[in-house]
C-alpha cells in the first residue's frame, strides 16, 4: 500500500494554498527529521512567484519522490489553474489540474477508508518577533484529531497531535497582489472531516502575512496515548526580495514532453 502517495498529494495541497504570493523571489530550506530514519529529509529550494504564478525550483533533495526531485521544478499556473511537474534531466513534465489533484486525494481516502474524527485547533498568540529584519507575527496552531485507516480487513486507529509555530510577516513587499481566484477555489477531497481540518487551519494563518519560519511537530499515539511516532519538520526562508518576471519565465520549454497524469488511463496505481 503506497499511503505516502496520499500524504504527499495533501502536501502539495498545503504548500500551494500558502504560497500563491506575486511578484516574490525567495529561498526556502525544509528539514524533517524524525523517530523513524525514512521521515529524514531536506529539501532546499529557490521559489518564484508573481500574479498567481507560482515556480518552486528544487535546487537540493537528499530524499527524492515523485514530486520533489533535484533538477526539477513544480508550477502552477494562475491563468489554466494547472500544476506542472517538470523534469528538466528528462526533459518532461507530467500535468495536473486542481480538481483532479484533489480528486485524486479523495480516491484515496475511498479506497483506503481514512476517516478524520474529533478534530480541534487551538491558537495561542505570542509576543511578535523580529526575522531578518522583518516584524513578523507569532502563533502557536494546536491541532488534535482522530485518523481510522482501513485497507480489506486490517483496521488502524491513530491519535494525531499536532504542534505548528509560525512566525509571519505582513511587510513583504508585493504580498497584497494574492491570486484570489486560486484562494476562492473549494480545496474539496472528498475526505469526511479532512477538508473541514484544511479549512481551518487556513482560516486560523490567512492574516498573518508571509512565513518566514515555521516548526511543525507531529506525534501519532496509540488508543493508551502512548507516542508511536514523532516528527519535526521546519521550514526557514531566506533572500527574500521582490523582483519582476517575464511571462516566459512560467513557461515550459516547447520540447519538453508530456507525460501521463496518475489522473489519466483506466488503472490508478496506488497499491
Known sequence: MKVKRYVLLVSVIWFLAFNTFAGVEWVSTITTTGTSKKASNEIISSIYAQKGNLKHEFKSVAKENMFYFQDGYMLYKADSDLIYVVNDKDKSYMELSMDALLQLTGMFGQLVKIEISDHSIKTDVLPDETIQGYPCHHVKITSEYNMKVKIAFIKKTMAMHEVKEIWATPKIEGLEEINKSFLKKDLKTGIPGLDELIQ???????????????????????????????????????????????????EIPSDYKRLESPTEGKKLDIF
Do not use: A, Y
Open 200 to 250: 481551518k487551519e487556513i482560516e486560523q494563518q490567512k492574516n498573518l502575512g508571509f512565513p518566514l519560519k515555521m516548526i511543525t511537530t507531529s506525534m501519532q499515539k496509540d488508543k493508551k496515548g502512548k507516542v508511536k511516532s514523532e516528527t519535526t519538520t521546519t521550514m526557514e526562508v531566506s533572500k527574500v526580495q521582490t523582483r519582476t518576471f517575464p511571462q516566459s519565465f512560467f
